[in-house]
């Protein structure tokens, strides 16, 4: 037998595993954010071959990529789109973990996931900035002058981030060398260990597991199904929605942008209350978020606790919108 | 389940998983192209921002000491005739970002919002501003003048 049969029929072999009865299309948003994932790096890897993160050359660099790579506008707008649907499919992932309460003796997968939705959210605060046009440049200057505002540790932030206390130059190099160097070794480290537990703690209690006639095959054929399905609907928007950019960056003209949506929260939060104390309560919010696990271990107390969490985020992203 | 029955099945199995594999392939394949399509550089629209230039002038139309004011990239811009040659000088003064004015007598450009005076050379000479002004790439080339982005 020929090594590539061998490895063939060891696939088979496991593809042909029983596949717990419980697995429903619920537990193909991890993988599907997974595949997102995958896409990013991809058109990510692809985009940088004609980005240039410089302030003279970044916005003419993305006009270059929309207007005169053959394709290109198709890759910025798989990037873009991906991205959004990345965000939405991580944030129903971690809803739907929190209600099936499948942290439950999985605490220290919990914390690893919420890391990884941190660290999606810088992947959007930092990629955004990247095309220098005024949308991206004052949206990002909003954040700024936030984070100026906060005592004692504000500024030591800002130089660590910005690299100094003014969007310019050295913020655009900066937030692209956060954005393709940094944040997709964290995010593949992070991936690994959550992968790693979920498969040494399984996916369900052995107590719960029964016999089903469904198999692996089954679960991966239906993967691949919204796989292609989520690819379809990223190109659909892809085509049908491209963005146009707004004027390049320019740093004398203020303009008053609206944040995206994923970051409508943080917003209405801010505008309800004073700055120092609304990014004291951002701050107070991610970690009841880490502690999820043990603040509702009992299951009526966490359902509260989630809908109440779900409430808030909803107004305050309704705020946000609104004002 | 009879024989017949089995081998139908059997029939049915591959040809779809034959189906799916094909599916697949074609999928693979066109996005391979398209990653090649976009990686294929664009003929002749290469970016390459140092090479961009624009025709200002023939050079027998601006006399020596005669300057003329283009648009380049959106902003203005003095193209001056200096006895010693050709300068491409931003005109957005470096202190509030007001348009300069060439001074064919004097050799200087003034700004009229708050009195800053620069050299033919964009050099500072008095006033507000601090910074020189930036200065553009001039060629010349077959009888006409050309400007570009970068210092030359």
């Given at each position: ?20 009865q ?21 058109t ?39 991205a ?11 809803v ?14 919990w914390?690893v ?15 955004t900035?990247?095309?220098?046009d ?25 130089y ?59 679960v ?7 796989v ?6 990223v ?20 303009e008053?942008?609206?944040?995206p ?24 919010g991610?970690?009841?978020?880490l502690?999820?696990p ?29 004002w | ?18 189906l799916?594999?094909g ?16 990686l ?17 002038a ?8 005669k ?61 507000p ?11 010349t ?12």
């Amino acid at each position: 037998m020929s090594a590539f049969a061998r490895v063939r029929e060891l696939l088979r072999a496991e593809l042909r595993q029983p596949a717990p009865q419980q697995l429903n299309t619920w537990h193909i948003l991890g993988g599907l954010t997974l595949w997102l994932l995958f896409l990013e790096i991809t058109t990510g890897i692809l985009l940088m071959v004609y980005y240039r993160p410089s302030v003279d050359e970044a916005y003419e660099s993305v006009l270059y990529i929309m207007n005169d790579v053959q394709l290109g506008w198709l890759v910025h707008e798989i990037h873009r789109w991906g991205a959004q649907l990345f965000i939405l499919l991580v944030l129903v992932h971690l809803v739907r973990v929190y209600f099936h309460e499948a942290y439950r003796e999985r605490e220290l997968n919990w914390v690893v996931g919420v890391l990884l939705l941190l660290v999606v959210g810088a992947f959007a605060f930092t990629g955004t900035l990247l095309v220098w046009d005024q949308k991206a440049f004052w949206s990002t200057d909003a954040v700024r002058r936030v984070i100026a505002g906060v005592p004692l540790v504000g500024r030591a932030i800002l130089y660590f981030l910005w690299g100094g206390t003014e969007l310019g130059a050295g913020a655009l190099l900066r937030f692209y060398v956060f954005h393709v160097g940094l944040l997709p070794w964290v995010a593949i480290g992070l991936v690994m260990a959550h992968l790693y537990l979920v498969s040494r703690q399984g996916l369900f209690h052995r107590t719960q597991l029964t016999r089903s006639p469904q198999t692996y095959a089954d679960v991966i054929l239906s993967g691949l199904i919204w796989v292609v399905l989520s690819f379809g609907i990223v190109l659909t928007l892809a085509v049908i929605f491209p963005r146009e950019l707004s004027d390049r960056a320019d740093p004398l003209t203020y303009e008053s942008v609206k944040p995206p949506w994923y970051f409508l929260p943080a917003y209405g939060l801010l505008r309800l209350i004073p700055k120092a104390a609304g990014v004291a309560g951002a701050a107070l919010g991610v970690l009841g978020l880490l502690a999820a696990p043990w603040l509702g271990r009992n299951s009526w107390v966490a359902w509260g606790l989630g809908m109440l969490g779900i409430a808030a985020v909803a107004l305050l992203a309704a705020y946000g919108w609104r004002w | 389940m009879n024989e017949k029955e089995a081998q139908g099945g059997y029939e049915r199995r591959t040809f779809l998983s034959n189906l799916l594999g094909g599916a697949l392939t074609v999928g693979v394949v066109g996005v391979i192209g398209a990653i090649l399509a976009y990686l294929f550089p664009a003929e002749r629209r290469v970016f390459n921002p140092a090479r961009r230039r624009m025709r200002v002038a023939r050079l027998d139309e601006i006399p020596i000491g005669k300057g003329k004011q283009v648009l380049f990239d959106g902003e203005p811009v003095w193209v001056l005739h200096l006895k010693g040659g050709w300068m491409a000088l931003s005109a957005i003064c470096t202190h509030q970002g007001c348009i300069v004015q060439w001074d064919e007598k004097r050799l200087t450009l003034s700004c009229p919002c708050h009195a800053g005076l620069f050299d033919a050379n964009g050099n500072v000479l008095a006033g507000p501003p601090r910074r020189p002004l930036k200065r553009l790439r001039v060629s010349t080339v077959q009888g006409e003048i050309f400007i570009g982005p970068g210092e030359g």
